[in-house]
């Protein structure tokens, strides 16, 4: 609501807007595909800049109200706005990508932050909430507080009460309401009657929901303090073997996976042996293993089912469905038949993951096992070509396969569904950053609290200790276990 004292400086900013052509009506098809009466372009004021400087000026009023630690721009459009005030009031500014980069860090926020800042979003307009959302949920991703939004224009079409959702929980505030502009527009000559009883109508008729995709993530944007734990998320589970990992993780304490990136058999079933109490899963290559032979694998599976943990080929599936099937079923590895899970690309397009679902149900049903697939999202190796749209479309195909998809090999979250698993590798203590070869280290820290870790994959940092003495293995392997524990459970509480 405008405030009287304030109201001549927003009416004359109306009245540019209008001038500028920033206000534009007739009929305009709108970002939702949908048919608008009036289109508000506020993206003009950069051209314009004593006008910026004038509507900027009006945010600061609402600011003093709220409580935080630095401002982001919701890009494109408010990135200018948020750009001013932080220069001209010294507020710090965060700045978030839409897309990943595929360089460098491969950050999403550009900025100095720390974990637990409050952050003030800061938009031109006000909708359905969605584009708020997807800022919100890129800084709570990264342990910042949001609790407050500021906008220009609040277009009274439901943003504002969406994004009071409880799971949510961001209070809106707005400059001017989208009546109260229509009736200056009015009231001034520059619409008519007519106009805006039509243009008021379709506002109050066109409400909007918050988008599916978004509705999906709720989880993950809400406070850290309300993430659920463990235990919570095996419920939500589809698919049963989802579903015993999240209680394998709250029963042994532990979300870590041991990548056996070892060459020989014997080696393999000692580290088995020596990690199994620690950890929820083990990671192969099999195809690396100098001597395989399936009574290998009949002895890995023994140990596996003695220690309580799951088995996981890192195959990386990328081929047609007949040929991937072949793969997965016979060949020298038989893998359907002794591992519990299996990951592929999405790159051949979705028919991949119906033929391996085909193999994996028969093989339970011959066994009783579960078994699932994990999709790619990000590769963890430096200067990989992966697109910065290739999580999402990853993401797509798995919430239309929840019952055989169990998450994603990640290097950011794909999705806030808390029935998703996301597993990072990489995971290395120390300060090294990475090898010769491109590999690129995280600690246990980052990957669960920056970059989304549900489960932690450790290779070189635990098998380099398989040859020293069982103590020695055993003090390293629990540091990892209870570092990666402990920065998963502190996001819960």
Same mark, same amino acid.
């Given at each position: 609501?405008?405030?009287?004292?304030? @109201?001549?400086?927003?009416?004359?900013?109306?009245?540019?807007?209008?001038?500028?052509?920033?206000?534009?009506?007739?009929?305009?098809?709108?970002? =939702?595909?949908?048919?608008?009466?009036?289109?508000?372009?506020?993206?003009?004021?950069?051209?314009? $800049?004593?006008?910026?400087?004038?509507?900027?000026? %009006?945010?600061?009023? !609402?600011?003093?109200?709220?409580?935080?630690?630095? /401002?982001?721009?919701?890009?494109?459009?408010?990135?200018?706005?948020?750009?001013?005030?932080?220069?001209?009031? +010294?507020?710090?500014?965060?700045?978030?990508?839409?897309?990943?980069?595929? +360089?460098?860090?491969? %950050? #999403?926020?550009?900025?100095?932050?720390?974990?637990?800042?409050?952050?003030?979003? &800061?938009?031109?307009?006000?909708?359905?909430?969605?584009?708020?959302?997807?800022?919100?949920?890129?800084?709570?991703?990264?342990? !910042?507080?949001?609790?407050?939004?500021?906008?220009?224009?609040?277009?009274?079409?439901?943003? /504002?009460?969406?994004?009071?959702?409880?799971? /949510?929980?961001?209070?809106? +505030?707005?400059?001017?309401?989208? =009546?109260?502009?229509?009736?200056?527009?009015?009231?001034?000559?520059? &619409?008519? *009657?007519?106009?805006?009883?039509?243009?008021?109508?379709?506002?109050? @008729?066109?409400?909007?929901?918050?988008?599916?995709?978004?509705?999906?993530?709720?989880?993950?944007? #809400?406070?850290?303090?309300?993430?659920?734990?463990?235990? *919570?998320?095996?419920?939500?589970?589809?698919?049963?073997?989802?579903?015993?990992?999240?209680?394998?993780?709250?029963?042994?304490?532990?979300?870590?996976?041991?990548?056996?990136? !070892?060459?020989?058999?014997?080696?393999?079933?000692?580290?088995?042996?020596?990690?199994?109490?620690?950890?929820?899963?083990?990671?192969?290559?099999?195809?690396?293993?100098?001597?395989?032979?399936?009574?290998?694998?009949?002895?890995?599976?023994?140990?596996?089912?003695?220690?309580?943990?799951?088995?996981?080929?890192?195959?990386?599936?990328?081929?047609?469905?007949?040929?991937?099937?072949?793969?997965?079923?016979?060949?020298?590895?038989?893998? @359907?038949?002794?591992?519990?899970?299996?990951?592929?690309?999405?790159?051949?397009?979705?028919?991949?993951?119906?033929?391996?679902?085909?193999?994996?149900?028969?093989? @339970?049903?011959?066994?009783?096992?579960?078994?699932?697939?994990?999709?790619?999202?990000?590769? =963890?190796?430096?200067?990989?070509?992966?697109?910065?749209?290739?999580?999402?479309?990853?993401?797509?195909?798995?919430?239309?396969? $929840?019952?055989?998809?169990?998450?994603? &090999?990640?290097?950011?979250?794909?999705?806030? *569904?808390?029935?998703? /698993?996301?597993?990072? $590798?990489?995971?290395?203590?120390?300060?090294?950053?990475?090898?010769? !070869?491109?590999?690129?280290? #995280?600690?246990?820290? *980052?990957?669960?609290?920056?970059?989304?870790?549900?489960?932690?994959?450790?290779?070189?940092?635990?098998?380099?200790?398989?040859?020293?003495?069982?103590?020695?293995?055993?003090?390293?392997?629990?540091?990892?276990?209870?570092?990666?524990?402990?920065?998963?459970?502190?996001?819960?509480?």
């Amino acid at each position: 609501m405008v405030n009287d004292n304030n @109201s001549a400086g927003i009416n004359s900013i109306i009245r540019r807007l209008f001038e500028c052509n920033a206000l534009k009506f007739g009929q305009f098809k709108l970002k =939702s595909g949908i048919e608008s009466p009036v289109y508000i372009d506020l993206r003009i004021i950069i051209s314009q $800049p004593d006008l910026m400087i004038d509507l900027c000026q %009006q945010y600061v009023p !609402l600011m003093k109200q709220c409580r935080f630690d630095q /401002i982001c721009g919701v890009p494109y459009t408010a990135l200018t706005m948020a750009t001013y005030l932080s220069a001209q009031f +010294h507020y710090p500014m965060l700045m978030r990508r839409k897309e990943m980069k595929q +360089h460098g860090t491969k %950050q #999403t926020l550009e900025g100095v932050f720390q974990q637990g800042n409050r952050v003030l979003i &800061i938009e031109d307009l006000i909708s359905s909430g969605s584009s708020i959302l997807e800022t919100a949920l890129a800084l709570r991703q990264a342990g !910042l507080i949001v609790t407050d939004a500021i906008v220009f224009i609040d277009r009274e079409q439901g943003g /504002i009460q969406n994004l009071r959702h409880p799971d /949510i929980d961001i209070k809106v +505030h707005s400059c001017i309401s989208f =009546s109260e502009l229509i009736n200056y527009l009015k009231n001034e000559g520059h &619409i008519t *009657d007519e106009k805006s009883t039509e243009v008021l109508k379709w506002i109050n @008729s066109n409400h909007c929901a918050i988008p599916v995709a978004l509705h999906n993530q709720l989880s993950l944007i #809400t406070r850290p303090s309300s993430w659920k734990s463990y235990e *919570d998320r095996a419920r939500l589970c589809q698919n049963p073997l989802g579903k015993r990992l999240f209680e394998l993780m709250k029963s042994k304490q532990s979300n870590l996976c041991v990548s056996a990136d !070892l060459t020989n058999c014997e080696s393999i079933l000692k580290l088995a042996d020596l990690a199994g109490p620690h950890i929820v899963m083990l990671k192969t290559h099999v195809d690396i293993i100098d001597d395989f032979s399936m009574d290998f694998a009949r002895r890995l599976r023994d140990l596996a089912r003695n220690h309580n943990f799951i088995l996981f080929e890192d195959r990386k599936f990328a081929d047609i469905g007949f040929t991937v099937q072949k793969q997965y079923t016979g060949g020298l590895f038989r893998l @359907s038949e002794w591992t519990d899970l299996i990951n592929a690309h999405i790159l051949p397009g979705p028919a991949i993951i119906d033929a391996l679902r085909q193999e994996a149900v028969a093989s @339970s049903l011959k066994d009783g096992q579960a078994r699932g697939c994990l999709l790619i999202s990000h590769l =963890s190796s430096e200067g990989n070509l992966v697109p910065a749209d290739y999580a999402q479309e990853a993401y797509k195909m798995a919430i239309k396969n $929840p019952d055989f998809i169990v998450g994603f &090999i990640s290097q950011t979250k794909v999705s806030a *569904d808390p029935a998703f /698993i996301h597993m990072t $590798p990489g995971v290395k203590i120390g300060n090294e950053k990475g090898d010769q !070869l491109g590999q690129q280290y #995280t600690t246990p820290e *980052d990957a669960v609290q920056n970059k989304g870790a549900d489960l932690i994959i450790v290779g070189r940092g635990i098998i380099s200790k398989l040859n020293s003495s069982r103590e020695e293995f055993e003090t390293n392997i629990i540091l990892y276990k209870k570092r990666g524990y402990d920065a998963y459970i502190n996001l819960c509480q």
